[in-house]
């Protein structure tokens, strides 16, 4: 079965530093992986994907993810954090197949809080 | 421009009352979706259509109805079944199973 876990439900960091948000999966087909951001109010967004190819991600506004397969993990990272940035994260993994289908699971997401 | 819209944005149910949730998409994508998503729970999906006329029960259905008459819209009804539906609603759509597409979302509450 796949399950998608996101530690840490809040994640609090001063504007500049480093963000890390940490998403670990399982999966029983070869993982597709997404990152979602979701603004207060609003539907997500994404952010980026892994489907096949470089381990590396890079997405929209400076954010990047690695896909890790020995330790089913697919951690978001930004270098440097700003005000704007605060949101609620999601991690989400592609479901096996069921009628031609591909589902999402997501985890239950990470509320990331910037302050001065 | 393309996307999905999604309306109300708020919507205010009474006990009893059934309520319809509106869902378009000009994307031109086959697959379409419904999620409901409560605080520190993520997103559960409730319903989802791969071609017109044919949708499929997701995780969450019981309390719930769709149609799928036409390629752009995807209607969600919330009947009188569910007996906790306040929550936030979310619509998607994908081109294929790499990517879903989410519309701004409803608010669902209940008076």
């Known amino acids: 079965a796949q399950s998608v876990t996101q530690l840490g439900s809040h994640v609090s960091v001063s504007e500049g530093a480093l963000v890390l948000l940490r998403c670990n999966y399982s999966?029983?087909?070869?993982?597709?992986l997404f990152w979602y951001v979701q603004y207060p109010n609003q539907g997500l967004q994404l952010l980026l994907k892994?489907?096949?190819?470089?381990?590396l991600v890079k997405g929209i506004n400076g954010f990047e993810a690695e896909f890790k397969k020995s330790e089913t993990s697919f951690h978001l990272t930004k270098p440097s954090a700003h005000m704007s940035d605060a949101a609620e994260y999601f991690c989400?993994?592609?479901?096996?197949?069921?009628?031609?289908?591909?589902?999402?699971?997501f985890g239950a997401g990470t509320r990331l809080a910037v302050h001065p | 421009d393309g996307g999905i819209t999604q309306s109300p944005k708020y919507l205010f149910r009474k006990e009893g009352q059934n309520v319809t949730l509106s869902c378009e998409q000009n994307?031109?994508?086959?697959?379409m979706y419904w999620y409901r998503q409560d605080p520190g729970q993520g997103l559960r999906l409730i319903y989802y259509?791969?071609?017109?006329?044919?949708?499929q029960k997701g995780d969450i259905a019981e309390g719930y109805s769709v149609s799928r008459e036409k390629k752009e819209s995807f209607p969600l009804t919330v009947t009188s079944a569910q007996k906790n539906p306040t929550a936030f609603y979310l619509c998607?759509?994908?081109?294929?199973?790499?990517?879903?597409?989410f519309g701004p979302g409803t608010r669902l509450l209940v008076l």
């Open positions: 259509s791969q071609i017109v006329n044919d949708f």
């Open positions: 994307l031109n994508h086959d697959a």
């Open positions: 998607a759509s994908s081109p294929g199973p790499k990517t879903q597409y």
């Open positions: 892994y489907t096949t190819g470089a381990t």
């Open positions: 999966s029983s087909v070869p993982p597709y």
């Open positions: 989400a993994v592609r479901g096996a197949p069921s009628g031609g289908y591909n589902k999402l699971i």
